[in-house]
């Protein structure tokens, strides 16, 4: 066990490392350049003042030799565009990420599993068809049209919850303030997240109830719910980990639109500005630091698993 | 500029403001949680504010400002913030002219390089230090000046030798050429910084203020900041002027323009600037809700890349701008908040603007025989050519506002009359850097926003053909010496005589294809009385606004 923990880092260092190649250079390469220089008023030796100012002036290779150097350190250099340090950046961005992930998932998950095992438990029947119309809806529905309508008819004809942002402004902070503030986004997300989980759970269940064990359990006149719960969603389990793993990082990158259309200052919208403006070292320190969630979730998915089924062995 | 991280379809809009339509009646600004939320009763003013008012203002802005507003990375996610905590020497008047600031006086010197400014006395930065002309000659001498910083709007102050101190209270801007517009250049985002902060410090590096607790003289300060989502201002009790009825502003960090008018509708806003002229409709039926329409001074143009020999021929600009029917875009694209440009003066200057000059309607008959002239015959599949050579150009355009919907309009307007029109769409940043930096265009559509002042010489100005912001590269020396001419002019009627001919010979020559003047939509909170002019000409007034 110890040895793949290891070898998996290992292969995530390198992978990391690839990732930061390619967007570096990617980014680099595309036209166009930091908010600063392209700016309709800049004359050509404003521009060539503010290319050496912002460090711009050597190569791409060059640049990021340096910018690797300093990265290993830990060091994620200076915001093009405010010039803070990039880690405070995403200091302050991602514990707002976290948290709309972290309500996301639970609720989705606390919705999206009973949801599936009754699904599958009672096949054809209203409970299955609805929740296959509830996960082509949700798959359907794009994700800034649900937020606009939401918003419209919480915030403008209701008025009942607030359109956009994390906290009220100017005012003391308070956990009920904050929960309501939280309800839109996470609904939204909570909707485009949902089918995948229900689908799978679904899925993953109906696989389990036609293997022999199940057969044998109810011989044995095992309660049914407790066949279901013990016995059934112990196997399933695999699978819907497995979509989780999945989930989580797309989550902790922060959702671009949801935030965008919901004012929640978190790191989906950090790096859409950022990649807007060119700014290369916040786009590199996003990468990178989503890119490592990501790896480490894979990583502790496959843990996971083996924790879940023994049969499963990373020798 | 900053750009809207995530544009959304306006058809999503429109449809949702049928939905919200039927639930926004008369409903007063309760807003959601009661009592503490923006847009109710507000704090009720804190202890020690200095306004008669008890209202939070609330506004929005598209993304995290930079309180410095010299900063290379601030743009209009800024201005409307840092026109309240800072002064310039001079500010707008209601009727655009210059008028006194931090400055009480001004003269100029009978060659017109040398003008004086007296300073305003007993002025104090928000944190207690006095203001004096050291303040004045730091921000301009190493900053402004400072070519190697880049400083935003620093270009406009090319002509600017060097700012000396005559005493505590005076300074003397010495002038490379004589510059009859410095006053109104002056209060043009020309913002004045505390020495006693910045000294010896990179200015764009100085985070606790660019980022954190600027120090201004201006009537309001930054109380708070949380990035990412709202800046706090409350009045500056050291204000120098008398003090403002707001007691808090807001601005709220939304970066949706759809989020911003949802949040107007539901009291949460009290004002917002509406970039797009077709999410205006449903604001005008909601009873709360109040549009104003501002006349601007901003010209949208074509620039023809006048490298090439074909545009250098007049007939052709002019044919290619009778072939645009500009006032079916004023209608389509900007919902009749626009007017057809003669030229880069608009009639909000009416002591310097021109109407009498060649006028353009919209004839694409008239387009075709003047291609004809220039020697262009239909070829093969309708397209004109001339010497074997179809007549193509390459427009790119940048993802900007109106920008690519009005390029695709003229590339029908141009293909029309049998020219054909292969567009580019691409980001903003990349459309800079292939128009504004590489000048690789053939044709390319934009706007220029300058002060309401008749010196617009940067846009023709010979010597900034290939760098500066003459962006089509036109060359004409009468036009240079009439400009230069008026920046000379010792009297206001000789300074008129020169802006009227300038107007004349530009309507005739089309260095730029003009295509309209827009309005400025400002959408507000009937409750919000602020003057009907462009957001930061009122803020120069922000102490007489009132909120009920």
């Given at each position: 066990m110890v040895a793949f923990l290891l070898r998996r880092l290992g292969l995530g260092a390198i992978t990391l490392l690839l990732v930061t190649v390619f967007t570096f250079f990617m980014m680099n390469l595309a036209p166009g350049g930091p908010s600063a220089i392209m700016n309709m008023q800049t004359t050509a030796d404003q521009r060539a003042a503010l290319t050496k100012e912002l460090g711009l002036n050597h190569s791409v290779p060059v640049r990021y030799e340096m910018w690797l150097k300093d990265a290993i350190t830990g060091n994620l250099g200076l915001s093009l565009d405010t010039q803070q340090p990039v880690t405070t950046l995403i200091g302050q961005r991602f514990p707002n990420t976290a948290l709309l992930a972290a309500v996301t998932l639970a609720v989705t998950l606390l919705v999206g599993i009973p949801i599936g095992v009754l699904a599958a438990v009672r096949r054809g029947s209203a409970v299955d068809r609805l929740s296959i119309v509830m996960s082509t809806v949700g798959q359907a529905v794009p994700d800034f049209w649900l937020g606009i309508i939401l918003m419209i008819a919480f915030s403008v004809a209701l008025r009942i919850l607030p359109a956009s942002g994390m906290v009220t402004a100017g005012s003391a902070f308070s956990l009920p303030d904050l929960a309501r503030h939280l309800v839109l986004p996470v609904v939204t997300l909570t909707v485009v997240m949902l089918p995948n989980i229900v689908r799978f759970t679904r899925s993953a269940m109906l696989d389990v109830l036609q293997l022999d064990y199940i057969r044998t359990a109810r011989a044995k006149g095992i309660p049914m719910t407790w066949v279901y719960i013990r016995h059934a969603l112990r196997n399933a389990w695999i699978p819907i980990v497995a979509v989780v793993g999945l989930i989580i990082p797309l989550l902790l990158g922060g959702s671009v639109v949801v935030e965008s259309v919901f004012g929640w200052p978190g790191m989906g919208r950090l790096a859409v500005q950022a990649a807007t403006d060119r700014d290369y070292n916040v786009v590199m320190g996003v990468t990178v630091f989503v890119g490592g969630i990501v790896i480490l979730v894979n990583l502790l998915t496959d843990v996971v698993y083996s924790v879940l089924d023994p049969r499963i062995r990373h020798e | 500029m900053k750009r809207m991280s995530v544009k959304l379809p306006i058809a999503v809009v429109l449809l949702a403001s049928l939905v919200a339509g039927c639930g926004s009646q008369g409903s007063t600004g309760a807003s959601p949680g009661g009592g503490n939320a923006p847009g109710g009763n507000g704090s009720g003013g804190n202890a020690g504010s200095v306004a008669t008012g008890t209202k939070t203002l609330d506004m929005a802005t598209n993304a995290d400002p930079n309180f410095n507003p010299w900063s290379p990375t601030g743009f209009l996610e800024s201005e409307p913030i840092t026109e309240l905590v800072f002064n310039g020497l001079t500010k707008w008047g209601l009727n655009y002219q210059p008028e006194p600031d931090l400055a009480t006086d001004w003269s100029v010197s009978k060659d017109g390089l040398t003008w004086t400014f007296n300073l305003r006395k007993g002025v104090k930065w928000s944190d207690g230090q006095p203001f004096t002309s050291a303040d004045v000659v730091y921000t301009f001498e190493n900053i402004v000046l400072n070519k190697s910083l880049g400083a935003n709007g620093a270009s406009n102050y090319k002509d600017l030798q060097k700012v000396v101190a005559t005493s505590d209270t005076q300074v003397q801007f010495i002038l490379k050429k004589p510059w009859a517009s410095l006053p109104t250049y002056l209060a043009y985002y020309t913002k004045i910084l505390p020495k006693h902060i910045f000294n010896g410090q990179n200015p764009w590096k100085l985070t606790s203020f660019d980022k954190g607790q600027p120090i201004g003289t201006g009537p309001y300060k930054v109380t708070n900041y949380v990035s990412g989502q709202y800046v706090e201002l409350q009045p500056n009790p050291d204000y120098y002027g008398s003090k403002p009825k707001i007691p808090k502003i807001i601005f709220h960090i939304i970066p949706d323009v759809n989020t911003q008018i949802a949040q107007l509708l539901s009291g949460n806003l009290e004002y917002v600037t509406i970039p797009d002229p077709a999410l205006v409709a449903k604001l005008?039926?909601?009873?709360?809700i109040q549009v104003n329409a501002v006349m601007s001074n901003i010209w949208y143009w074509v620039a023809l890349n006048l490298s090439e020999p074909r545009f250098q021929d007049v007939r052709v600009r002019q044919a290619l701008e009778y072939a645009i029917n500009r006032k079916a875009m004023i209608e389509g694209i900007m919902k009749g908040y626009g007017q057809e440009a003669t030229g880069p003066i608009a009639p909000v200057q009416q002591h310097w603007y021109n109407g009498n000059v060649q006028q353009y309607s919209y004839d694409p008959q008239k387009a075709k025989e003047l291609l004809k002239e220039a020697g262009y015959t239909p070829g093969p599949n309708g397209i004109l050519q001339k010497n074997g050579q179809p007549f193509v150009i390459n427009m790119p355009t940048g993802q900007y506002g109106v920008l690519t919907p009005a390029s695709e309009l003229v590339q029908q307007y141009w293909q029309a009359i049998g020219v054909k029109v292969n567009l580019n769409v691409m980001d903003w940043n990349s459309f800079i850097k292939q128009v504004v930096v590489n000048r690789k265009y053939d044709a390319s559509l934009a706007w220029w926003s300058t002060p309401t002042d008749p010196d617009q010489y940067a846009y023709f100005a010979s010597e900034n053909a290939q760098t500066g912001y003459n962006i089509p590269g036109y060359k004409n020396p009468q036009l240079d010496k009439l400009f230069q001419d008026a920046n000379a002019a010792t009297s206001d009627a000789q300074r008129v005589q020169d802006y009227q001919q300038a107007q004349d010979i530009i309507a005739k020559q089309l260095p730029y294809l003009f295509l309209w003047w827009p309005k400025t939509i400002q959408a507000t909170a009937k409750n919000l009385t602020i003057p009907n002019v462009g957001l930061v000409q009122a803020e120069d007034h922000v102490t007489d606004w009132t909120l009920n």
């Open positions: - | 005008k039926s909601d009873p709360n």
